[in-house]
């Protein structure tokens, strides 16, 4: 077996045929002496001005050991297995529940939200009616905040475990094969919900169960059995609201980076928590057109995807990034409650809108914020909610983006008009110094025109700033076990992803999710 490199132009076909004879050429052999090709990854090259598609391939040739290709364990029949609760179906809640099934567990799921179809009635609501459904949103239900924004994969690292864990049984319940080989994977909001129901159909098939409309208000450790939990929930069914607990060994804390009230809880009890840092800053919206020319070097042609972007710097000495970057996507809100105003981005498959976005976000350390000391491990949560809700009602209250071109808001003047944008709900001209914490704005300000010099062009009028991007990670870790990854203090308790503080995004959440199953 020989790993190598090989590149195609543009102009080049890239079927099974052209790959193989690149192949031959790289290993100087004929193609029949060549059994298999396996893609390791795929990329686009267009630094120097010149683009190209790579491929990273291993090469097996007649006499070498047989390729073997990558398999997961069997999913069993869990239904007369122990009972593990699992609180949330975002990523982590998910592949915990699916590691479960294969070592014959029985996942039962807990979800405040809807299932992804009924889900998707309550976020086009909020889009028309700008009516926020705390429990059903772009935030919570089936899937979590991940499944409408991108489904982006970008996670590499090893260093969580190994990504095929999560790769494969995605392409398993329906994703296109590609992410299996791209550099940047993505799977598309369009698509996604499909996937997550496949997802909860297997659980259940093999005697799993999933609640729905089930928001946790309590967990109180058995008095009359030892190890043991009780999950007390408020269960939404159509003659209102019914008080009902579920009873387990082991729970699975999966509830996302907004689940507020889970870490009002634990502050509530005493139980260990910890003020983490995040990012906060704004939704920078470009013409997608442009961004191709920019990284494309003005020779963008439709075979082609949709160009991205990853910027980063230092700005008296926090880390300015760009964040969720959704080439050929749209703005959405991303309320988890009446009364403050956030926005996220979404592509589908095909990033075909008009508009690229990024969050463009400046880290916040927990020693920035000394007027929330009062709130101890929560003072970065209430910094967000003072935020959030201060920009709902900078405008009279309502969930509108206050927004201002890039180059005003460089230079702190009103921009007298604004260019079009995908966020449906709207805009208005504001100065975003008014809205945004004063760090925050001083850093954005001085990052824009430094991040020109990376990708020229990209600071411009053409470009709306729109506020704010807020919830980028947990401001809350609930602590564990390095060992264990059972809670500090609490046994058979297990804070996982994303609400834990313990990832970020869908790849290293369902990593977390999967490492957290395997204690158990």
């Known amino acids: 077996m020989k790993e190598t490199d090989i590149s195609f132009s543009v102009s080049e076909r890239q079927d099974e045929n052209s790959i193989r004879e690149k192949c031959a050429r790289a290993c100087g052999v004929s193609r029949d002496r060549i059994v298999h090709v396996q893609t390791l990854k795929r990329s686009i090259d267009a630094r120097g001005g010149k683009i190209a598609f790579k491929y990273r ?20 029949d869990c239904s007369k297995g122990e009972k593990v609760i699992i609180v949330g179906a975002g990523p982590a809640g998910l592949f915990a529940a699916l590691t479960l099934l294969r070592r014959g567990k029985c996942p039962v799921i807990l979800e405040r939200g809807k299932d992804v179809h009924a889900r998707k009635r309550d976020t086009a609501r909020l889009m028309l009616e700008q009516i926020v459904d705390p429990d059903s949103n772009y935030c919570f239900g089936e899937g979590g905040a991940g499944c409408f924004s991108d489904g982006k994969l970008f996670t590499r ?5 190994d990504i095929r864990e999560v790769l494969y049984p995605l392409v398993e319940f329906g994703a296109d094969p590609a992410i299996l080989v791209d550099a940047h994977p993505h799977i598309g909001s369009n698509r996604l919900p499909q996937i997550m129901e496949n997802i909860r159909n297997c659980i259940i098939s093999h005697g799993g169960e999933v609640h729905f409309n089930t928001r946790v208000t309590d967990l109180v450790p058995s008095q009359s059995e030892k190890d043991m939990w009780e999950v007390r929930c408020a269960q939404r069914q159509e003659e209102g609201m019914k008080e009902t607990a579920y009873r387990s060994r082991c729970v699975i804390l999966a509830t996302g980076h907004s689940a507020k009230d889970i870490y009002s809880l634990f502050y509530d009890k005493g139980w260990d928590l910890q003020a983490k840092g995040f990012a906060l800053g704004v939704r920078a919206e470009h013409p997608q057109s442009l961004i191709n020319d920019i990284q494309y070097h003005g020779k963008y042609t439709r075979s082609l995807p949709a160009a991205e972007y990853s910027l980063v710097g230092q700005v008296e000495g926090r880390g300015v990034f760009s964040f969720c970057m959704c080439p050929g996507g ?7 409650a009446p009364g403050e105003v956030l926005l996220n981005g979404m592509s589908n498959s095909e990033r075909n809108s008009p508009w690229a976005n990024a969050g463009i976000v400046t880290s916040i350390e927990p020693e920035d914020i000394t007027e929330f000391d009062e709130w101890g491990p929560l003072k970065l949560l209430k910094f967000q909610e003072s935020v959030e809700k201060g920009i709902f009602l900078h405008n009279g209250g309502c969930l509108k983006a206050p927004a201002q071109r890039m180059d005003d808001f460089c230079r702190d003047k009103l921009s007298a008009d604004l260019p079009a944008t995908s966020y449906k709900i709207g805009a208005y001209s504001a100065k975003l110094s008014e809205v945004l914490p004063e760090g925050v704005y001083q850093r954005l300000r001085r990052a824009f025109p430094l991040f ?9 009028s053409q470009s709306l700033l729109l506020a704010t991007e807020s919830r980028t990670s947990s401001p809350v870790r609930i602590p564990r076990d390095p060992e264990t990854l059972q809670h500090i203090s609490l046994r058979n308790l297990f804070p996982c992803g994303e609400g834990a503080g313990y990832s970020g995004g869908i790849v290293s959440s369902a990593l977390d999710g999967i490492n957290v199953a395997g204690k158990v």
């Open 452 to 460: 020109d010099k990376k990708m020229r062009g990209y600071y411009t």
């Open 330 to 336: 749209i703005l959405l809100p991303s309320s988890t």
């Open 157 to 161: 690292s090893t260093k969580k475990g």
């Open 57 to 76: 391939v291993e090469i097996y040739l007649k006499g070498d050991k047989p390729f073997q290709a990558f398999k997961m364990p069997p999913y069993l």
